[in-house]
């Protein structure tokens, strides 16, 4: 059984400019949710999809955006970085929904200078 | 309130000792709770899931959840300096939001 994957490791990006983080859901999970954590901080829930769709949004601007594929694995998409964007960015996956346990992958560090 | 707090610690105790790692939750959540273990760099790993009033257990590490006094618990029985970790506790809403604790950093001392 394959875990979350994530790509890339590390990103560094300069302000003003868009990113794109990539997410493989664990076999068998249609669910992919995604949280930013700041250091010292607990993550943050961002959005979650659930067959493709938008299923749960947290407080987040709309610069923040998704997608989710058929094959269940999903993007998230920032544009307009700022400083404040740094952070390690975690995908996780689960059956279906938040019923369901989580598990998340290894991350990828994203440094806005 | 927020939806989940946890005290951030550090909490730390004695090789073989047990730690006690407490939660609380506001009434917006639903009655299930997850609590994670987060080493220094890394991503959350999943330890437990509780979704009952009372104690589950799995092999050192067990459980607690109290619904009428709003708190879970994780207690580690005899702690290893390989459980020396930052604790996560999160609970999900109605709403389909998702909420993690700050988190209790966790040394255990050899």
């Known amino acids: 059984e394959t875990g979350v994957t994530q790509s890339p490791t590390h990103l560094i990006k300069t302000r003003g400019q868009q990113v794109t983080l990539r997410c493989s859901s664990q076999s068998g999970h249609n669910t992919v949710s995604w949280y930013q954590q700041a250091l010292g901080q607990g993550p943050q829930f961002i959005f979650q999809y659930y067959r493709e769709e938008e299923n749960g949004r947290g407080n987040f601007p709309p610069r923040f955006s998704g997608l989710q594929f058929p094959n269940y694995s999903s993007e998230l998409n920032v544009n307009a970085l700022e400083l404040d964007d740094s952070a390690l960015y975690l995908c996780?996956?689960?059956?279906?929904?938040?019923?369901?346990?989580?598990?998340f992958g290894p991350g990828t560090r994203l440094t806005v200078t | 309130q927020k939806e989940v707090e946890q005290n951030s610690g550090p909490l730390s105790v004695p090789e073989g000792a047990i730690a006690s790692l407490n939660c609380t939750y506001s009434?917006?959540?639903?009655?299930?709770f997850f609590w994670y273990r987060q080493y220094s760099g890394k991503s959350p790993e999943l330890i437990m899931s509780i979704y009952s009033n009372g104690d589950k257990e799995d092999g050192r590490f067990t459980a607690q959840l109290n619904k009428a006094s709003q708190y879970v618990s994780l207690l580690i029985r005899d702690s290893q300096p390989s459980d020396s970790a930052t604790y996560l506790c999160a609970a999900y809403d109605t709403g389909n939001q998702f909420y993690f604790g700050t988190g209790t950093s966790l040394t255990v001392i050899p």
């Open positions: 009434d917006r959540v639903s009655q299930s």
């Open positions: 996780a996956s689960s059956l279906q929904g938040f019923a369901y346990e989580q598990y």
